[in-house]
């Protein structure tokens, strides 16, 4: 369909990993133009972005590098079309309908929208446990990024601890990049998987690339353990040991059978987020997800609870890369359905195979979730001397009193003991309290730290004026 | 011909010690590259290293050319820039 010369329809979208570029690329193959706003210098999201240093790519794994290209290729394919802001950080609605902050280059600035794409993605939860602040200990997902893209091997040895399909992966990918896997210690039960081959079946190649996985490492000579999980990090002033155990069917780890692994690196993985400050900051409705914390409602399409708003990928529901794709297409469509830009008849013969694909990714993702689903054990692993809070240095005890003196929710606990009030507004820590206050006090809503504005953090030499040099 | 042309380096500063950085490089991967891994100071006395690698968590903030709270896992390195780890941003007390 040609779009009418004169339109000025053109979506704003934030975030540019799988679900906002593949938002945009749907835009451009039929014929419009977007705006994909994102924090790095690339497309791609943590996932599927290109190494800013040339010639690292060649060093990623063939998948990864498979997809770094077809996203290039894509996107030399319908540049005119799609107008990247990169290095530009998303604050927040300000003054004036439908205008965001933004901060890029240290200047502020403001972009106003006509219809936008919320594609802000997930991040790995933060399990707090003795030591886990020491430097060396990561996220799985930050150590492959540093591998991936950053070219550089952060530790010598290590151990990946957690749960779900993301240890296994990354233990190849690491194990590639002439790190020494010491162990890879999944606290879901093999049982508890088993009994999902029914839904693991709905994606078949996920499933052998799991396979895959566990055959390399068994190869390798690194052992996998299932049922077993963290218990502590030791280090003076750096990570240097990592003791894991058994745990029960609580994840209670039964410390008697503990090990001890000398590993310089360790990468914990206990599930993953959805970012939803600016989806609550827009005002949208939330649901919230055991699994993937506070979610913009949407309809099947991706429409948000406001018009003119969709959101798609990890987002809404942490899915999977596979998913994100598809759902940016879908809500791309849904947005040029709703703008009169494209016919019912063909919108549904566009979206119908990706809801078919997009349903059966899920079963397939779900199918992981009674596995990998946290246990009340994880919530005993911080001593009184635990931090929780990186950013305000809040040990567990200060929770712990702010709980004897009465503290009920999310906002109150943030007010006396300050979690939450820190440069990462709460990313960190806040699930984490959350859960662990409904689990010592019995309540059920224990409300959310509310997200503000800005959402990064901004310098005041960012508000002068216009075109003005430091 | 046949070769790939060698990535372009830059002169940067870790500290006060002169060293090069391939461009495109992050200031973490740099850091790391050279073995500073406890490169964050907070105004409360913790000293922290990278955590989640993608910029959520602010666990990496360094000094650049002057400014505090830049996460070492987003910036890009640049020619003559000045890296300082371990900086608090808040100054020390006379009085202690």
């Known amino acids: 369909m040609t779009p009418a010369p004169s339109t000025t329809l053109c979506p704003t979208i934030i975030g540019g990993g799988p679900a906002g570029f593949h938002a945009a690329v749907q835009f451009a193959e039929l014929g419009w133009r977007s705006r994909v706003i994102d924090e790095s210098p690339a497309f791609g999201g943590a996932i599927y972005r290109a190494p800013s240093q040339p010639g690292l790519e060649q060093s990623m794994d063939a998948k990864t ?242 018009p003119g708003i969709y959101v798609a990928g990890d987002g809404v529901g942490v899915d999977g890369a596979q998913v994100a794709e598809l759902q940016g297409r879908l809500a791309a469509l849904a947005c040029l359905l709703d703008a009169g830009a494209l016919e019912e008849q063909e919108a549904h013969r566009l979206v119908s195979p990706l809801r078919r694909q997009i349903q059966r990714r899920q079963t397939f993702r779900r199918a992981f979730f009674d596995f990998s689903r946290r246990r009340r054990g994880l919530l005993e692993l911080p001593s009184d001397d635990t931090l929780i809070c990186r950013c305000e240095a809040v040990e567990r005890r200060q929770i712990d009193q702010a709980i004897e003196q009465g503290a009920r929710d999310l906002t109150t606990l943030k007010m006396v003991t300050r979690i939450g009030m820190g440069d990462c507004q709460g990313k960190m820590c806040g699930s984490f309290c959350a859960q662990y206050l409904r689990y010592k006090t019995g309540t059920r809503d224990v409300g959310h730290l509310s997200a503000r504005f800005p959402l990064a953090p901004l310098p005041f030499s960012a508000l002068a004026g216009q075109g003005e040099d430091r | 011909m046949d070769e790939l042309p060698p990535t372009a380096v830059h002169p940067v500063s870790i500290d006060g010690r002169q060293t090069e950085a391939a461009d495109g490089e992050t200031v973490l991967a740099l850091l790391l590259a050279h073995g500073h891994r406890a490169i964050c100071s907070t105004d409360r006395g913790q000293t922290y290293g990278a955590f989640c690698g993608m910029g959520v968590c602010y666990s990496c903030c360094v000094r650049v050319d002057g400014i505090s709270r830049q996460r070492a896992c987003q910036v890009l390195v640049s020619p003559g820039m000045q890296i300082e780890t371990r900086q608090h941003e808040l100054a020390e007390s006379p009085a202690e």
């Not at chain 1, 106003?112 to 991040?123: A, E, I, K, Q, S």
């Not at chain 1, 601890?161 to 690491?174: F, H, K, M, Y």
Request: one cysteine or more.
């Open chain 1, 65 to 306: 590098q498979g997809k770094v290209a077809s996203y290039r290729a894509l996107y030399a394919r319908h540049e005119e079309q799609i107008e990247f802001l990169g290095g530009t950080q998303l604050l927040g609605p300000v003054d004036g309908a439908k205008t965001l902050g933004i901060l890029s280059q240290g200047h502020f600035s403001s972009l106003t929208y006509d219809h936008l794409l919320v594609c802000t993605g997930c991040f790995e939860r933060a399990q707090p446990f003795p030591g886990w602040t020491l430097p060396g200990v990561m996220t799985v997902g930050g150590l492959q990024l540093l591998v991936k893209q950053g070219g550089v091997r952060p530790c010598d040895s290590a151990v990946l601890v957690g749960t779900g399909p993301l240890l296994l992966i990354a233990a190849r990918q690491l194990h590639n990049a002439g790190i020494e896997i010491q162990g890879v210690f999944e606290s879901g039960r093999r049982l508890d998987l088993l009994k999902r081959i029914p839904g693991l079946l709905h994606g078949v190649d996920l499933l052998a690339e799991g396979m895959g996985c566990l055959a390399f490492l068994r190869q390798k000579g690194i052992p996998v353990h299932f049922g077993w999980g963290i218990v502590e990090a030791r280090g003076d002033g750096e990570l240097s040991e990592v003791v894991v155990a058994p745990y029960d069917r609580q994840w209670r780890p039964i410390r008697e059978r503990a090990k001890s692994f000398q590993v310089s690196g360790a990468g914990i993985e206990y599930g993953f987020e959805s970012r939803s400050e600016l989806t609550r900051l827009l005002g949208l409705e939330h649901i919230e997800d055991e699994e993937s914390g506070s979610l913009p409602m949407s309809d099947p399409w991706g429409r948000a609870s406001k």
